[in-house]
């Protein structure tokens, strides 16, 4: 009998300390993909296909803006009713929709970088938690690191998430969806390496963008730093090239 009360005793306790973890968790996200309609048609509106920004318009037409992001801070991805592309689509459009609106929010400014202290991953502009979707608050390196980088193994992203900056990989004039994801970021990690603004490639030398060094680890998981460029690259690069770093230019990617 008193064996029988021990099992009894531990059953209740993994009971009791299951419900304890689901209410620690929070609750299971319901949601269904949602379609970035909105999105695609402000980027169309008021992004060039070079990714000059148009900021003034984005503050007028701040009501369908809101309205966007209403629509992704009602629907949390889930790994139930979601697949890994439209979860991954979601968090990049997320970011960058995101930034505009922090931009917006706080026009005229000359940088991103004025809104945010300048300690990293304590009271930078991307640690500002002003992202509510459902039950959790986020900031902007919650977005790239906790979720994007962490639970998707995808080198392009840092070619499509923006930063509101120069030196930074174009925010891309059409919203990022599942069915044309790889094509997009494909499109994307071609324009940014082969354009002279981000990096200055020959076969025996090359400047690249800091992004290559800040988040070399990524890139080099499965092969070099040199082979992952060269998939993309109109210009290869010799093994043995002399790599250099270009000064990141964190002014806002405006359109004059």
């Known amino acids: 009998?008193?064996?029988?009360?021990?099992?009894?005793?531990?059953?209740?306790?993994?009971?009791?300390?299951?419900?304890?973890?689901?209410?620690?968790?929070?609750?299971?996200y319901t949601s269904k993909p949602i379609k970035h309609d909105i999105w695609n048609e402000l980027l169309k509106k008021y992004v060039s296909p070079q990714g000059d920004v148009n900021y003034k318009g984005f503050v007028k037409d701040s009501t369908h803006l809101n309205e966007y992001l209403k629509l992704m801070s009602d629907n949390h991805p889930n790994e139930k009713y979601w697949s890994k592309n439209e979860r991954l689509a979601y968090w990049i459009n997320a970011y960058n929709a995101f930034t505009v609106k922090l931009i917006a929010k706080n026009y005229p400014i000359n940088s991103i970088k004025e809104l945010g202290g300048s300690i990293y991953k304590v009271n930078t502009t991307w640690d500002i938690k002003f992202i509510q979707i459902?039950?959790?608050?986020?900031?902007l390196n919650n977005i790239e690191h906790a979720k994007i980088r962490r639970q998707f193994d995808e080198p392009r992203i840092h070619f499509a998430v923006n930063c509101a900056s120069e030196s930074c990989p174009k925010l891309r004039n059409e919203a990022y969806t599942a069915e044309k994801l790889n094509a997009q970021l494909t499109d994307q990690t071609k324009y940014f390496i082969n354009q002279d603004k981000y990096n200055k490639i020959t076969p025996s030398k090359a400047q690249l963008s800091k992004l290559f060094d800040w988040y070399k680890g990524?890139?080099?998981a499965d092969m070099s730093l040199i082979e992952f460029i060269n998939q993309y690259a109109n210009t290869k690069m010799n093994a043995d090239v002399a790599i250099d770093y270009l000064d990141y230019s964190w002014k806002l990617n405006e359109a004059k």
């Open 134 to 139: 459902e039950d959790q608050t986020y900031d």
């Open 218 to 220: 990524d890139f080099t």
């Open 1 to 28: 009998m008193q064996k029988l009360k021990l099992v009894f005793s531990n059953i209740l306790l993994i009971i009791l300390f299951s419900c304890c973890v689901s209410v620690i968790t929070g609750k299971e």
